[in-house]
């Protein structure tokens, strides 16, 4: 196909939200880091642009390329995930909270962020090339070995919020593919039978976010029922239309703890109220949405795979990061996409909207 016909077809609007809402998380960013005496918060928001230009490269980099020509090298990519996974266990970097997530390339990367695109492609291409053959177990198991090399290695990083993430990624694409009834009520019982072993493995520090979120200490004032306290307050403050840019009590007054990630959302409620908040799920609403009809047009399995992939990560994020905010979830620590402070988040991200792009420029001709 000719590279005219490529930008012919290129989604604008799915670019353009994109790109609406990138500058609007720097903003809430540099909201939320105002005033900051901390190295670390005063770097945010220069970071987050750069990563966003660097994103924006990549990502149109990604639409450019066909897609299934990335499906053909699996293999090395999923080697190249392993391997990333490997070096950060045992060479990576340490973060505040002990977790051992990143590598250092002269600018810091998560790979297990990196990872969620790179498993859309190696999972959907392995989905693809079987799809006719989901009635069988051995095809969901393979599926399963698949996924589950990564999702160990990042499991002991630890990370539970990204573990969970490639799970639901998992179960998104085999069912997108034509994942059978009775192998559901077989996982599901597999994974009730397996809670017990799961809970023993996590972190202190893990089972007690979940276990103040069941039942919460109300004299708490320095773990998640404080933040997640003070993010109630921060969006009930912000009432219908908020208090206004850089205006907010909580945040300004920094009663809202990790605001420039986790609770990013309580600061555009605070600031821009129900009706702000609202506005920001709408537009990646509209993203998803997008993606997902760039799913019903694809040229073949690989591309919907693709698709479903990267619209189930953005969805799921979402949902996860405005529920902990709102009190409804337990905190997990997975950012707001698009949104939230987070290079590597934030370049993934666009990444999945260039491999979505690069599946709707080559989607059917009817659509």
């Known amino acids: 196909m000719r590279s ?40 945010r928001v220069p970071d987050q642009i750069q990563y966003a230009l660097i994103g924006t490269v990549l990502m149109f980099v990604l639409a450019f390329i066909d897609y299934r020509m990335l499906g053909s090298l699996h293999i090395w990519l999923y080697l190249l995930l392993v391997i990333m996974l490997i070096l950060v266990l045992t060479v990576g970097t340490v973060g505040d909270a002990g977790a ?24 959907g291409h392995f989905l693809a090339q079987r799809y006719e053959q989901m009635d069988r177990l051995s095809t969901v198991m393979g599926s399963l070995v698949h996924i589950s090399i990564p999702v160990l290695l990042i499991f002991l990083q630890p990370d539970l919020g990204t573990t969970i993430v490639f799970v639901v990624l998992w179960a998104t694409l085999i069912w997108a593919a034509g994942l059978r009834m009775q192998h559901i009520a077989l ?37 998640s029922t404080y933040n997640i306290r003070q993010a109630a307050i921060s969006i009930g403050s912000g009432g219908l239309v908020g208090k206004g840019y850089a205006n907010g009590s909580q945040t300004q007054l920094r009663f809202l703890r990790v605001r420039h990630t986790d609770f990013i959302f309580s600061v555009i409620a605070e600031e821009f109220g129900f009706v702000g908040g609202v506005g920001v799920m709408a537009l990646i609403g509209v993203v998803i949405m997008r993606i997902l009809h760039g799913a019903r047009t694809a040229v073949d ?65 009817l659509a």
């Open 100 to 123: 051992r997530r990143w590598l250092n390339l002269g600018i810091l990367i998560q790979p297990s962020e990196l990872g969620k695109i790179i498993i859309i492609i190696t999972l």
């Open 301 to 365: 399995p690989l591309g919907s795979m693709i698709c479903y992939g990267v619209a189930s990560i953005i969805f799921f994020q979402t949902v996860v990061s405005v529920g902990m905010n709102l009190g409804m979830l337990p905190v997990t620590g997975l950012t707001l996409p698009f949104i939230s402070s987070g290079g590597t988040s934030l370049l993934a991200t666009l990444a999945g909207i260039g491999l979505a792009q690069s599946v709707i420029v080559r989607r059917k001709r």
């Open 4 to 43: 005219v016909n490529i930008w012919r077809r290129f989604d604008y609007v799915l670019f353009a939200v994109t790109g609406v809402l990138v500058v609007f998380g720097i903003l809430m960013i540099r909201s939320a880091t105002m005033d900051a005496v901390s190295a670390d918060l005063i770097s």
């Open 187 to 223: 996982f599901l019982l597999a994974g009730l039978l397996a809670t017990p072993f799961l809970w023993s493995q996590m972190e202190p520090y893990q089972r007690q976010r979940i276990t103040q979120f069941i039942a919460p200490e109300e004299d708490d004032t320095q773990g």
